[in-house]
Every structure is written in C-alpha cells, then in structure tokens.
C-alpha cells in the first residue's frame, strides 16, 4: 500500500537583526585584533597568541552569517539539506553561518506561452496562446516540491491550455447555446485559470489571472473559415434588411389603405409590395419609372 509524502510547507523562522549583528561583530573583531597586537608585544606567551588568533578567526566567520532580504522575497534556510525555515523580513538579517540562504522571488510575475497548435471541440485546427499571472505563495514548497517552479510553470501552463482549447469550439453559430472560446472569453478565462492553478498548487505557486491572449484558425484552413464567416455575416445582414423591409411595406399599405390614397387590388397590391421589396432590399439604387398612363396602364 502507498502512501503520500506530506509536502514540504513554508515555516517562518526567527533571525537577527542584521545591523545590531554587524556591530557587535566588527566591534568583538576589533577587540581580538587589539588583544592579539598586545599579547605579541608584551610576550604573554604563544597560548595567548594562539587564542587571539582562533577569536579573531572566530568573529570574522561569523560575518558570514549576514545576508540581505529584498522586499517581496523570502530567503529558505538549510543546515546540510535539512530545511530549517524561511524567513520574510526584509533588510540586513543575521542567522547561522552554517545555513545555506537561497532567496525565492514572491513578487508577481506573467508568462506568455507560445503559440501552441491544438484541435478544438470540433476537430478544427486553431492556434491559441495564453497569458498566465502568477506568484510564489510558499517558498518551500516551490523550492522542494519541484525541481524548477519557473520551467514548472510554463510546461504545466501550456499543458493546461492545451486540456482547455480541446474542451470548447471556436465559434458557434447564433441558435447554439453553448460556450465557445471566441465569444465568451470571461468563462474561458476562469476554466483555464482553475486548470492552471490545480497542476500548480503542489508548486506553492498560486495564478491571479489567466487569459487568451492570441486566438485564430490554423493557416490550413484560415481561408475557408473566413468565407464561412463572411457568408454568416452577409446572412445575418440579408436577414436584417428582409426584416425591415417587410415591416416598411406593412405599414405603407396599412397608411394607404387608412388615409384612402388609393384603391388597389390584390394584383396590383402584389405588384406594390414587389416593387418595395426590390427597392428596399436592392443592393443598388433603383431608377425610377414614370407612369404617364393610366392606373392600369
């Protein structure tokens, strides 16, 4: 039976001022230098030489316990591997020379994936890239939990872009109800959010925001969804303009038939009502022509 390791969580851990450290140090340096001059000259004998020697050495070792914390940063402390803390104050600190200090960015950082080549929902080739804003939230486990959280991001970023383009279409057309990557880009945005955050979390990286940021066909078929868009478009419009037409023609008859212009039959109201349609529903300007005769002429 397996079992899970427990991950390597972030735990805070107390160091020391470093400017009050610093001081005490260069001061107990100091005081050692005097003390092994003054033994050499006054012949106190080579066991005071000797301790002065070894204090000297001593204090100037301990120097190597400063290092600095740059704000927004963490810096994780080990002692011969074993993780020992991390600590987030910022400015000059001091802890045991012995500890290996390796500083971890929490600033915010965003990373642009390249465009990648995927199939969506339909089996349409498309090509789609992705901005991911993200943030180290735990030090240790990004430092611990992966082999590189930077490289870990971006694959597993694009991976995840990857899982979502295949779960939606590209377009869909007006009777459809679904969700498409064209057209509702907020729910796109949260799905791949959600994808990237779960391949994410054992990195101790959490991902503010997630979205497309580059979307089109694939050169393969570019042309043909193109036209296919293009005679959407000129259908919708058509539909528009019949629409509008047909009310139009309504009402005139309903006018003239209120106001008594003019008595027509039901042949000649259909000649009306195609005369109107062609005007209104024409690409082109109609040119006019004048009846000289009568009604029926």
Not at 30 to 42: C, E, H, N, P, T
Request: one cysteine or more.
């Amino acid at each position: 039976m397996s079992t899970t390791r427990p991950a390597i969580v972030e735990t805070p851990t107390r160091t020391l001022h470093g400017i009050f450290m610093l001081v005490l140090l260069l001061l107990l340096l100091a005081a050692s230098i005097v003390f092994l001059v003054y033994a050499a000259r006054s012949g106190l004998g080579s066991a005071a030489i000797v301790g002065g020697v070894v204090a000297t050495a001593f204090f100037f070792f301990l120097l190597f316990g400063l290092f600095t914390v740059h704000p927004n940063q963490s810096v994780v402390l080990q002692l011969f591997g074993r993780y020992v803390g991390s600590t987030r104050e910022a400015g000059l600190r001091w802890a045991n020379p012995f500890f290996a200090k390796r500083p971890v960015s929490l600033r915010v950082r965003n990373f642009e994936s390249g465009r990648l080549k995927v199939n969506e929902l339909e089996g349409s080739p498309i090509e789609i890239a992705a901005v991911v804003v993200w943030q180290v939230i735990d030090s240790a486990e990004a430092l611990f939990e992966v082999d590189d959280y930077e490289s870990f991001v971006h694959v597993q970023s694009e991976a995840a872009l990857r899982q979502m383009a295949t779960s939606y279409p590209y377009d869909l057309d007006d009777s459809e109800a679904r969700i498409s990557l064209r057209s509702h880009s907020l729910e796109v945005s949260e799905h791949l959010q959600k994808e990237v955050q779960e391949r994410l979390a054992r990195a101790g990286v959490k991902v503010i925001e997630a979205r497309i940021s580059h979307l089109a066909y694939a050169s393969e078929i570019a042309g043909a969804m193109l036209q296919r868009q293009q005679a959407a478009a000129v259908i919708a419009a058509r539909t528009r303009i019949v629409e509008g037409a047909v009310s139009m023609v309504e009402m005139a008859l309903e006018r003239l038939a209120e106001r008594h212009v003019v008595e027509l039959d039901d042949e000649r109201r259909a000649a009306m009502v195609s005369n109107l349609l062609v005007v209104l529903c024409g690409d082109r300007g109609t040119q006019p022509v004048v009846n000289t005769g009568t009604l029926h002429q």
